[in-house]
């Protein structure tokens, strides 16, 4: 029987419940449209064209923040929460839509106009490469800038190029001479009314690195030959297969010791931190045939490294592989030194004549 009485009292304070609901129902179309709709709006003054807003008013569940420039979706805010973003130089008109819970909306404009102070205090610093004598590196710093324009002085009609401070900007000249850098720091449609300026004379590179492809026609391939061994830099005699190029090295090995060879110094040392592979193109006269290739410290010989590859091929071309994982990098290591069948003493004939080319150091 309590049973009965209660499941009774549940519904009976399901049904008063109910009714007291369906009498204070609220009516969504008597909510009025929002009212008093502004904002905050703050311009950063660095020169970012950062602005920020927080739309206000009454009556609002959301709003819609038009920012009046390119961007076409806006932003949906809640009260008092900020939006930032990002304008150029100009003037512009935000759009504020403050919209209640039954969707009626209110909208408001507010026009703002952004203009950036002009860039002061610019300084450049233009470097010769001392790897690629025909190549500068320019940086650039500036207060109130957006970025940098600069002109490399080579072509009368050049369009300058753009980069941003920290960015390092290089540029390789065709031409050996003289030239004008200038570079302007810009601020939205302002520049510096005083350039920074600077003559630069670059020239042909006589340095060797790697890749090392006797294609040059200013480099010193300069070869110290010793106990019978003779190399040169000739036209390429086979160009086909993989290698088209048009100038290698030919080695001669003739009487002599049988270690007998010939090195290249480098310009600088090699640097083995991250590639330890080396890779040479090679034409030899026979299969079987060995190419040793050693690396030297540049003023002891008794630092070294060194590793033996086989031709596999006569009469054509084809890429031994020298795998230097185990060399030390503790060490410096300038000269490449080259000695076909170590071990045999050389007769100057044909059968120990050899070609060389496309030297480079990969992974």
């Given at each position: 029987?309590?049973?009965?009485?209660?499941?009774?009292?549940?519904?009976?304070?399901?049904?008063?419940?109910?009714?007291?609901?369906?009498?204070?129902?609220?009516?969504?179309?008597?909510?009025?449209?929002?009212?008093?709709?502004?904002?905050?709006?703050?311009?950063?003054?660095?020169?970012?064209?950062?602005?920020?807003?927080?739309?206000?008013?009454?009556?609002?569940?959301?709003?819609?923040?038009?920012?009046?420039?390119?961007?076409?979706?806006?932003?949906?805010?809640?009260?008092?929460?900020?939006?930032?973003?990002?304008?150029?130089?100009?003037?512009?008109?935000?759009?504020?839509?403050?919209?209640?819970?039954?969707?009626?909306?209110?909208?408001?404009?507010?026009?703002?106009?952004?203009?950036?102070?002009?860039?002061?205090?610019?300084?450049?610093?233009?470097?010769?490469?001392?790897?690629?004598?025909?190549?500068?590196?320019?940086?650039a710093t500036a207060d109130f800038e957006t970025n940098f324009k600069i002109y490399y002085g080579e072509n009368p009609n050049e369009i300058p190029e753009t980069f941003l401070q920290g960015e390092t900007k290089t540029h390789t000249y065709t031409n050996p001479g003289t030239y004008q850098v200038t570079v302007y720091a810009v601020s939205g449609s302002a520049q510096s009314a005083v350039p920074f300026t600077k003559m630069v004379t670059v020239s042909r590179s006589v340095l060797i690195l790697l890749p090392v492809d006797f294609d040059s026609t200013t480099l010193p391939y300069t070869f110290v030959n010793f106990?019978?061994?003779?190399?040169?830099?000739?036209?390429?005699?086979?160009?086909?297969?993989?290698?088209?190029?048009?100038?290698?090295?030919?080695?001669?090995?003739?009487?002599?010791?049988?270690?007998?060879?010939?090195?290249?110094?480098?310009?600088?040392?090699?640097?083995?931190?991250?590639?330890?592979?080396?890779?040479?193109?090679?034409?030899?006269?026979?299969?079987?045939?060995?190419?040793?290739?050693?690396?030297?410290?540049?003023?002891?010989?008794?630092?070294?490294?060194?590793?033996?590859?086989?031709?596999?091929?006569?009469?054509?071309?084809?890429?031994?592989?020298?795998?230097?994982?185990?060399?030390?990098?503790?060490?410096?290591?300038?000269?490449?030194?080259?000695?076909?069948?170590?071990?045999?003493?050389?007769?100057?004939?044909?059968?120990?004549?050899?070609?060389?080319?496309?030297?480079?150091?990969?992974?």
């Open positions: 029987m309590k049973n009965i009485k209660f499941l009774i009292s549940i519904f009976v304070l399901t049904i008063l419940f109910g009714c007291s609901k369906d009498s204070n129902d609220v009516d969504l179309e008597a909510i009025a449209a929002p009212i008093n709709i502004s904002a905050k709006i703050s311009i950063a003054p660095d020169n970012t064209g950062n602005v920020t807003i927080i739309p206000i008013g009454e009556g609002v569940s959301q709003f819609e923040v038009y920012y009046g420039d390119a961007t076409v979706e806006p932003a949906l805010l809640g009260a008092g929460v900020a939006t930032t973003h990002k304008y150029n130089e100009g003037p512009f008109t935000i759009q504020i839509v403050g919209i209640t819970v039954n969707g009626k909306r209110t909208v408001k404009t507010f026009p703002i106009t952004i203009s950036f102070f002009p860039p002061t205090n610019l300084n450049a610093n233009v470097v010769v490469s001392s790897l690629n004598t025909m190549e500068i590196s320019v940086t106990d019978g061994g003779t190399a040169t830099r000739v036209a390429n005699p086979f160009p086909g297969g993989i290698n088209t190029t048009p100038f290698v090295a030919k080695m001669v090995k003739g009487p002599g010791q049988v270690w007998g060879g010939s090195l290249l110094a480098l310009s600088s040392p090699i640097n083995f931190s991250v590639y330890k592979k080396f890779k040479v193109k090679v034409y030899s006269p026979r299969v079987g045939a060995k190419l040793l290739l050693k690396v030297e410290n540049l003023s002891s010989g008794a630092i070294y490294f060194e590793k033996e590859a086989t031709c596999t091929v006569a009469n054509a071309w084809q890429e031994l592989t020298f795998d230097y994982t185990a060399i030390s990098t503790t060490n410096q290591y300038q000269k490449l030194v080259f000695i076909f069948d170590n071990g045999t003493t050389g007769d100057a004939s044909p059968n120990y004549t050899f070609y060389f080319d496309s030297i480079i150091l990969t992974n």
